[in-house]
């Protein structure tokens, strides 16, 4: 991990391997945004002229590199851009500063050492600088630049494995001193340490990532940051009678586990329940998915990733709210044993579900987790899951969808994702869309109608919640992995999509403000 710091040290004096600038579009050039005063001072007032001679705009995402002025210490100033010029000159958006942050961090892997000097004159920058610095410089390298067996020992080898990530942050700019800002800079890095380690979880081999390797990394955290862990294996699954999460399950060599993480506060006055999809692989099972559908099923258990990392991380602040997390993990393999096509299942609830389609998964174990959940009354539930490829055609890749069966719920819930920077839509929950479920075998079927399908699959999940309780849906099929090049502080693979999202919301009941 990133080690992060809020540097007593000036932008002309400190001893780094590049500075970091921040440069928005302006009608006429590049404009320097705050922060940068001491670097532009260093080239004699020209730093603007010099990177538009260099073709720099200050459009979002660019990025220039130039040798740094005499009066520097690092020997590098790499500019980045923040976008249009904001109405106020300090009135930077977070995100674009967490964005830009991001996109230098990318740049300097392999450095020692870099200064952020991006606008931080108010608590809220700094911490947006320092979160996307240190989601920036994510690498998941644990299956890279082993041993060479093969090469001859006395050789060396060319290849020194992949290019680390960058070293340390030192953020310029803000008030090292000020308990507000030492208390930003210590919830982002708690914060990124979780999405960081969400983002391991779900770009971890299916081989090493299954059921039981995921409960027992969930056990593990658990321990050190003391939230209390409890694992039904499949015994207790069969006594519970939890036929969702079993059904999913039981073609797998690998059983399925269902995976509570409890933190308590002592002052505490509203529980937030949290349930996360975990198809550890989705390989469809006995309804196969076709050729190019298989290969990322490894991210299908983002949902219970994001889940996991944000129980820990309200845990990591000492939030003072109630958040119980429900991990419904199961690896869906087809298999002599696998449920079928046509198979009824008696859920958790006691209800029975005719399986229309054994690829329709995560809505069975999800559904049983609700039930849990609900049995223990908290203030609200919000499941998080890589739930549909129909809300990825509704909503593209980078967005997640949201429904609820309280209004006020979901636009609250909206609310703080756009707050904190992912990007999300409040969806709808068409009572007509109910129908197509019904089954002249089971209470209900696994699939309804193909148009709308991601709100069908809200549908299906809205009737395994308590009576009373707030729910929210956040499908993140679309933000949870990403397939491009990166952007920003948005790596190639897993993201950690809604884990912001998740913590904010805690945040926010803690305070008493629960929407």
């Not at 770009?203 to 658990?222: I, Q």
């Not at 696998?338 to 174990?365: C, Q």
């Not at 739930?387 to 969808?401: H, K, N, P, W």
Request: proline share 5%; charged share 20%; with cysteine.
């Amino acid at each position: 991990m990133t080690a992060l710091t809020l540097s007593t040290a000036g932008a002309a004096t400190l001893r780094a391997d590049a500075l970091v600038v921040g440069v928005a579009k302006g009608v006429k050039g590049p404009v320097l945004a705050p922060g940068s005063e001491a670097v532009d001072k260093a080239f004699d007032g020209k730093l603007a002229a010099v990177l538009a001679t260099l073709g720099a705009t200050g459009a979002e995402g660019e990025l220039t590199k130039l040798p740094a002025a005499s009066g520097l210490k690092a020997p590098v100033v790499v500019a980045v851009g923040l976008g249009p010029v904001p109405d106020k000159e300090d009135a930077y958006d977070a995100e674009a500063l967490r964005r830009a942050a991001g996109t230098a961090a990318r740049a300097l892997s392999g450095s020692k050492k870099a200064g952020f000097a991006l606008p931080a004159g108010s608590v809220e920058d700094a911490a947006a600088v320092a979160e996307g610095a240190l989601l920036g410089s994510y690498a998941f390298t644990a299956y890279q630049g082993g041993e060479n067996k093969l090469a001859p020992k006395d050789a060396k080898s060319k290849d020194s494995g992949p290019k680390q990530p960058l070293a340390e942050v030192a953020l310029l700019g803000g008030k090292p001193r000020d308990k507000a800002y030492k208390a930003a800079v210590e919830r982002a890095l708690a914060l990124v340490e979780e999405i960081n380690r969400a983002r391991d979880l779900i770009n971890t081999p299916p081989n090493d990532l299954y059921p039981e390797s995921f409960a027992a990394v969930a056990a593990t955290a658990g321990k050190e940051h003391g939230v209390k862990v409890q694992v039904l294996d499949e015994k207790a699954l069969v006594k519970g009678g939890y036929g969702g999460i079993l059904g999913v399950g039981q073609g797998s060599t690998h059983g399925p586990r269902l995976v509570k993480l409890a933190y308590t506060h002592p002052k505490a006055e509203k529980t937030l329940a949290l349930v996360g999809k975990g198809i550890t692989y989705d390989s469809g099972g006995i309804s196969l998915k076709p050729a190019g559908h298989n290969e990322t099923m490894k991210c299908d258990m983002s949902g219970a990733a994001a889940v996991f990392a944000a129980v820990v991380t309200a845990a990591r602040l000492g939030l003072k709210v109630n958040v119980t997390g429900w991990l419904a993990l199961a690896e869906n393999m087809p298999s002599g044993n696998a449920t079928r096509p046509g198979d009824v299942l008696r859920m958790y609830s006691g209800k029975t579900v005719e399986v229309l389609n054994t690829d329709a998964e995560g809505r069975l174990v999800l559904a049983d987790a609700l039930t849990r959940a609900s049995e223990e009354k908290p203030d609200a539930i919000v499941d998080v899951a890589t739930l549909t490829g129909a809300m990825v055609m509704a909503l593209g890749s980078r967005t997640f969808g949201i429904m609820a069966n309280d209004d006020a719920f979901r636009t609250s819930v909206h609310e703080i994702a756009e707050e904190v920077g992912e990007a999300s839509w409040p969806m709808p929950l068409p009572a007509d869309l109910r129908k197509g479920m019904d089954s002249p075998t089971a209470d209900m079927a696994n699939m309804g109608e193909r148009m709308g399908g991601g709100l069908v699959a809200g549908l299906f999940l809205k009737e395994f919640v308590g009576e009373g309780i707030a729910w929210a849906h956040l499908d993140i099929a679309g933000p949870a992995y990403h397939e491009g090049a990166p952007y920003g502080y948005t790596p190639k693979g897993g993201t950690g999509s809604a884990v912001r999202t998740l913590v904010r919301l805690a945040e926010r009941t803690a305070d008493g403000d629960l929407g």
